[in-house]
């Protein structure tokens, strides 16, 4: 059978563990890269033998050889790249968040469905060891029924610099940035509860300090410090029609003691922290137990994690499943992180439909 070919836009710092699931998997070939930095396709080209590179994602899509595209670009340039592609007749793996706007995240569905291709968002917290073992005690019900969540992402330092600190091209900070991975998790978990409306804060008291020294931190390919148009911190309730909850803290920089990752659901016959390490919570005979599971990895993998998504998106789009990770769920969160914006201008609560 002839392999799946696929394109890579965006070659900075993400693709490379695209570049290296796609490595892995005997179904596809790596077949051209994308980047505004010619240099940067052309190095990761020359890496994973890519035959073709571009600097226009355009002149990629035209290209019939073409069967399905990793898109790793800036935030603002997801929705208008995901709508060409499907609309050019390749499937899509598009990084979170699926773009910066609900008004675009509705555009790029209606495209996702006119054309009938897959459009898979890239929350790749789904596919983790961690994860999947928590779903499958949630769906058996051994939890119960999930009413409540906290998700927690705080760096002390972590401001990326570069498109990641322009609102323009980045749609914000911290919370659209990483809360995203923890807000999802929850969101998905709880199963994929409505929501009814978000009641947030973000600050901008710190700013990017990039003064710091002797600590290092993530960057974007393009770091630059000069420009910080993102919040550094901000705290969210989101409430679901179902009744349940989900309270969220997400920050860029903060005076904290040290950088902390907590994803915690809490059910009415038990609960689960599925970050920093797996442990699920029971009761039994009268006795309150936390239960560690016997697995390699308690806590998120990212090279497993990143080459499983690429493994059940390169299946998708040989039409063996259906993808778990869809455009509709990208819509959905897309609604959370807008509103937490907008409940923080806004001073107050705000509803959501
Ligand atoms: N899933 C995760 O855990 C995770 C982690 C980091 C970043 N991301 C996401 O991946 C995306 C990229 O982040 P990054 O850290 O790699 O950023 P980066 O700045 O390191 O790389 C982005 C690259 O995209 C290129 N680019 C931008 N617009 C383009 C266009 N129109 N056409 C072609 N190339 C273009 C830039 O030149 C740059 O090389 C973002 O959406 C980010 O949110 C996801």
Request: hydrophobic share 40%.
């Amino acid at each position: 059978m002839s392999k799946l070919k696929i394109g890579v836009i965006g070659a900075g710092s993400i693709s490379e563990l695209h570049f290296g699931a796609y490595a892995k998997n005997a179904q596809v070939e790596i077949h051209a890269v994308c980047d505004l930095n010619e240099e940067r396709a052309k190095e990761k080209a020359k890496q994973y033998g890519a035959v073709k590179t571009f600097t226009d994602y355009k002149q990629l899509l035209a290209d019939p050889e073409i069967d399905a595209v990793s898109i790793c670009t800036w935030n603002n340039t997801h929705a208008e790249i995901s709508k060409a592609a499907v609309e050019a007749g390749k499937h899509v793996l598009v990084e979170k968040p699926l773009c910066k706007t609900v008004e675009e995240a509705h555009a790029v569905q209606e495209a996702v469905r006119k054309s009938g291709k897959v459009l898979q968002v890239g929350f790749v917290r789904r596919f983790g060891t961690n994860t999947n073992v928590a779903k499958r005690f949630i769906d058996s019900g051994e939890l119960g029924s999930i009413y409540y969540a906290k998700a927690t992402v705080l760096r002390r330092l972590g401001n990326p610099g570069g498109w990641f600190s322009d609102v323009e091209r980045s749609g914000g900070g911290p919370v659209i940035d990483i809360g995203v991975h923890v807000i999802d998790l929850c969101w998905y978990l709880m199963g994929k509860p409505k929501v009814k409306s978000v009641s947030a804060v973000t600050y901008d008291k710190l700013g990017n300090r990039s003064h710091i020294e002797n600590l290092s931190f993530y960057k974007a390919a393009d770091y630059d410090a000069a420009k910080n148009t993102v919040e550094d911190m901000a705290s969210a309730l989101i409430r679901f029609e179902n009744g349940a909850a989900l309270s969220v803290e997400a920050s860029f920089t903060l005076h904290a003691k040290k950088d902390e990752i907590s994803v915690k659901l809490f059910g009415d016959q038990g609960g689960a922290e599925i970050e920093p390490e797996l442990m699920l919570v029971t009761e039994k005979h009268n006795t309150i137990l936390n239960a560690t599971p016997q697995i390699d990895h308690l806590t998120f993998d990212f090279e497993a994690g990143f080459r499983r998504e690429i493994e059940h998106f390169v299946d998708c789009c040989l039409g063996k499943h259906e993808t778990i990770s869809p455009v509709e769920d990208g819509l959905e969160l897309m609604k959370i992180l807008c509103g937490i914006y907008e409940s923080s201008a806004a001073g107050k609560e705000i509803q959501v439909n």
